[in-house]
Structures are given as C-alpha cells and as structure tokens.
C-alpha cells in the first residue's frame, strides 16, 4: 500500500488517547513510506494525524472543499491541498486515491465516510482493505450493531467481515496488508424471476 486515507474526527475528543493515537498512526504511516491521505485540516484529530506524518518525514495530501478553507481550518505545512466544490467530491476524492482506507474515532462525517466506503466495496466498486482503530474501545458499540445486523440475516458474514478491526495500529495494517476482498454478491436472496 502506497496510500491510506484517514477519516477522523475534526475534534480532539474528551479523551486524550484518541489524539494519541492519531499522532502515532501518523508517524507510524510516515515510517512504512506509506502517504497519508485525508481531509486536509489542522483540527482535531485531522490535524494531529497530519502532524504525526508530517513530523517523520511522511508525505501528506488533504482533500478539502473550498468553504472549510474560508473557515480558515486548512492545514498549511501539506506536502499537497486539493481543494473541491463540496463534501460529496471530498469523499470521492479521498476514497479514489487510497490503496486502502482506515477510520479513527470521530462524528456524523468519520460514519458516512466509512459506511461510504464500506457500502462502495460491498458492491464491488473497490477492492480496498477498509479499517477501523478501535481506540479504547471507541467502536465497541459499532462492532455489536454490525454483528447483531449479520445474526439478524441483513449483512453477510462475507460482508461484515470486510470492516478489519483492532485496537493496535500495526496489527490492524497488518491485517489491511493480508485482506482478501470477497467474490460474491452483497444479496442474501438473489433476485428470481
């Protein structure tokens, strides 16, 4: 992997391990020579991942919309900033240049850009590993709902097995690394005549 796109949150959180870890996979990124690609700001847990690749060495590319930029939110030492129209060109953007895609705590934007890019692959529009930082246990929650949707006949096991999940950075690009992206069809019933 060339590329990995973060999506995180544009806040620090109350907890102070979530910025922690997002400096770590910065400069844990910055160290494979692998570049960090993601939404372009210096706030929150954006900005921290920034800096942790940027402290390295690593190479940095964000993707934001032009009226974030007039909130003055961009981050200035980038190696790169595309700037966009809108938050829907963002996602496509970001999405389209990672080698695979990994989603640190965050809000309403962290979820739609991960189940974006989850539904994406579940149709087979990408390939892409897609992770999820479990930071002390942020997405523990999440984890049961996907779980409680497979038992529950509305996901496949195949598919919900796409989102790799750990707490521990290198065994989550480990596991990114090693994924094998399914063949079948997201349908548990397929269509009849």
Not at 40 to 67: K, Q, S, Y
Request: aromatic share 6%; net charge negative; hydrophobic share 40%.
């Amino acid at each position: 992997m060339k590329r990995i796109t973060v999506y995180c949150g544009s806040n620090d959180g109350k907890d102070p391990v979530y910025k922690a870890q997002a400096l770590l996979l910065g400069r844990t990124l910055a160290k494979r020579n692998i570049e960090l690609v993601y939404g372009g700001a210096h706030v929150g847990l954006m900005g921290a991942i920034a800096d942790g690749a940027l402290t390295e060495g690593g190479r940095v590319t964000g993707v934001l919309p032009h009226f974030l930029r007039d909130k003055e939110i961009a981050h200035e030492r980038l190696t790169e900033l595309l700037l966009v129209n809108t938050m829907s060109e963002r996602k496509i953007k970001i999405e389209e240049m990672a080698d695979g895609i990994i989603a640190l705590p965050g809000g309403y934007g962290t979820l739609d850009e991960l189940f974006e890019t989850l539904t994406n692959a579940q149709l087979q529009l990408h390939q892409k590993p897609v992770g999820l930082l479990n930071t002390g246990g942020f997405y523990d929650g999440l984890v049961q709902l996907l779980d409680t949707m497979t038992t529950g006949g509305l996901l496949k096991e195949v598919n919900r097995n796409m989102l790799l999940v750990s707490n521990d950075i290198d065994e989550l690009l480990d596991k990114m690394y090693n994924y094998t992206p399914p063949t079948e069809s997201k349908w548990i019933q397929e269509k009849t005549n």
